[in-house]
């Protein structure tokens, strides 16, 4: 049995190889350099077309943003909802274009085998979400932080597994900013640039 781990490693190749093969090189950078390709000890990976299985609902994924594997191999995935063309989300247009397809929330966690085991996240009372989701970890007490990357994204958000909101560190701004998580403390560090 594949174990989480790995099948985030797939993915995440497998979204370097298509930015190589579509001409974008420089968004291929988590790609190994050759020197550290050979080797019998190399990675194979194997795109696995049947994972995740399809979402109920009438769900669409847009574009992914963050990837996480937690301690129990659940994987966490970080969406954009908002990337989704008024064609691919024709179901939630008013009036409707279409009877298929709504955008998925924003924050996915799946088990190994690629099934749906929740979904949620997005705007909320007490909370900044972000413009364009982008980064996604979870801690060891099993805490789902989320970020963003859009232009004025300065925001960390602390969740429960569940999606109960707990706690937001910054605010949005157009003040540059830097993230940093560590281990194995485990600690968050945010700084801000010096105007230039």
Not at 38 to 48: L, S
Not at 51 to 66: S, T, Y
Request: charged share 15%; aromatic share 6%.
């Amino acid at each position: 049995m594949r174990n989480a781990r790995s099948i985030a490693q797939a993915i995440l190749c497998t979204a370097a190889l298509g930015a190589v093969a579509l001409g974008h090189p420089a968004q291929a950078a988590g790609t190994a350099s050759p020197a550290a390709q050979t080797g019998p000890d190399k990675p194979k990976y194997k795109v696995d077309p049947t994972w995740p299985k399809p979402l109920h609902d009438k769900l669409l994924v847009g574009q992914v943003g963050g990837l996480a594997v937690d301690q129990h191999d659940n994987i966490w995935v970080n969406q954009r909802p908002r990337s989704l063309t008024v064609d691919e989300a024709g179901a939630a247009q008013v009036p409707p274009r279409s009877i298929c397809c709504y955008p998925a929330p924003p924050v996915l966690q799946f088990d190994v085998q690629g099934n749906l085991l929740q979904a949620w996240g997005g705007p909320g009372n007490g909370y900044d979400w972000p413009t364009s989701e982008h980064g996604i970890w979870v801690d060891k007490q099993n805490n789902v932080w989320v970020a963003g990357n859009g232009a004025t994204d300065r925001q960390v958000l602390k969740f429960s597994n569940k999606g109960k909101f707990l706690m937001q560190i910054g605010h949005p701004s157009s003040d540059p900013i830097d993230m940093l998580v560590s281990s194995p403390g485990g600690h968050l560090e945010c700084a801000g640039d010096p105007p230039r």
